[in-house]
């Protein structure tokens, strides 16, 4: 059996599957975020339940961060220095008492997403790809060549320096450089700015923050597609004037066939699986740890 | 016998080695960039020369671009979107005439000093480590887990659109973005704006956009080390003010243990073998096909 964890900032999801049949949820639950104890105690009983009863062979974690994600660190496996109330230094072995042997991964959250959008969705049979999240806060998965980038710490380009629109006077939210992609462009920096989604010109402010993101990742990975979820990515047409920006900010560099060029190609798409991402992934993650 | 040939925009390089001893060049030439014709020729007569009297296993070309490295393309080997006079969409192929099926590889010329550098030089040893040249253009060359990467297209991070300097009212030189990195922040615009080399605040600008280089690059694929050369990075003073700014920049989001944090660190470095670089690379490159 394989056993998935996605530890989000407000919900945990926990699933297990067969070997034979990864990507069928056998079980699963999903469970608050509240402080690490209470958290940590829930996930670790749905994971023992299911190696008491049918053994598990591996298990796969992907979690919000930053995340110590390389194996050699003293610290793998924690949650470093995240502003989240409580959950600075969490080490997420935690969760995983009892367990004795069995293989067990880290990844970041959008790393998970990523390997499930990989596996079953909008990134299916893609070696080199980029995943997003707009959301609470914005982060960033990337795979080259069949490889998940998490060297020397994790990538974070959700913090990359974008250039400011010349109608945002907005300072910027993150606690490290204010105004930063995600200082400006996640859903709390929208909310602060003008109480509710953005919409007309603020749209096109946000789209000119995330457009900047797929060009940096465009320049960075060359990828063959940047899928882009999470709540502000669900702005309506909040993709369209992305992918409208993404091209007119490149201005054929990367050759005027690249897709980004293109805002009707499908260099920036929505993910196919939704909130089952995170999970697939891990699954994912798991069976990695087997195949080693 | 392996073979290397680097193109620069103004100087060919072109060595060969032993396969049992790569990296002791046992002949060697300089040629000055002409238009492609004679330049062309002129490799190709060196190339030629060795494969009749000693025989070529392979041919590594690390060149100046932009270049398609992708082996599958119809135009893989060519020149494409350059702006240099003479060079747009040239086939480098017409430099290997009479080898016949001697492997050749192509690479970009920073992934050609990348992978010197990693093989004898300043990034010995790292499997996750980036090249960037700031000088008559800005470029850079990425490895991650051992793996150039080189997907869709080639990472061109020299055209990352950088936030501006307050202080810095020059419109920028690149003919597709204006004022990106490369726009601002090459020989060519340094010489266009104070017509000497920078200096004082002037170095301080330059040093910002570079240092915002470093921390997209750590923040896409956390490496371990960034090598920067170059005629713009040989400015006196200038990688000790990338290095300053880069951690002002990243203000501590990726660890305050992160060396991009301390500017003693060895995170951001000059290249060890100058204008060697390039051919070793190459010849790494040559060896690799022989190892496929």
């Not at 959301?135 to 060297?151: A, K, Y």
Request: aromatic share 6%; with cysteine; proline share 5%.
């Amino acid at each position: 059996m394989l056993a998935a964890v996605e530890t989000g900032g407000t919900k945990i999801f926990c699933a297990v599957s067969r070997r034979d049949d990864p990507h069928t949820l056998v079980d699963s639950i999903r469970i608050p975020t509240q402080q690490p104890e209470v958290t940590l105690a829930a996930i670790n009983e749905f994971l023992l339940k299911h190696h008491s009863s049918e053994g598990l062979d591996a298990v796969g974690v992907a979690s919000f961060g930053p995340l110590d994600t390389s194996p050699g660190s003293s610290t793998y496996g924690y949650i470093t220095t995240t502003p989240k109330a409580g959950w600075l230094n969490i080490d997420l072995h935690r969760a995983l008492d009892g367990l004795g042997k069995v293989p067990v991964g880290f990844v970041t959250d959008v790393t998970g997403s990523l390997l499930g959008e990989r596996a079953l969705g909008a990134a299916t049979g893609l070696d080199t790809v980029a995943y997003a999240t707009v959301g609470t806060g914005v982060g960033v998965g990337v795979m080259v060549q069949g490889q998940v980038v998490s060297g020397h710490g994790t990538p974070e380009l959700g913090h990359i320096l974008v250039r400011r629109h010349p109608q945002d006077t907005f300072a910027g939210l993150c606690s490290y450089h204010g105004d930063c992609l995600e200082g400006l462009a996640s859903g709390p920096a929208i909310q602060a700015r003008w109480g509710r989604p953005a919409e007309g010109t603020e749209r096109e402010i946000i789209a000119y923050y995330v457009a900047q993101l797929v060009v940096a990742v465009t320049l960075a990975i060359a990828p063959a597609r940047i899928v882009i979820g999470g709540g502000v990515a669900k702005t309506t047409g909040l993709l369209d004037a992305v992918r409208e920006q993404a091209g007119t900010l490149m201005a054929g560099y990367v050759g005027a066939s690249h897709p980004i060029q293109d805002p009707a190609s499908d260099y920036i798409v929505w993910p196919d699986l939704g909130d089952l991402a995170g999970v697939h992934g891990a699954l994912v993650l798991a069976e990695s740890l087997l195949a080693e």
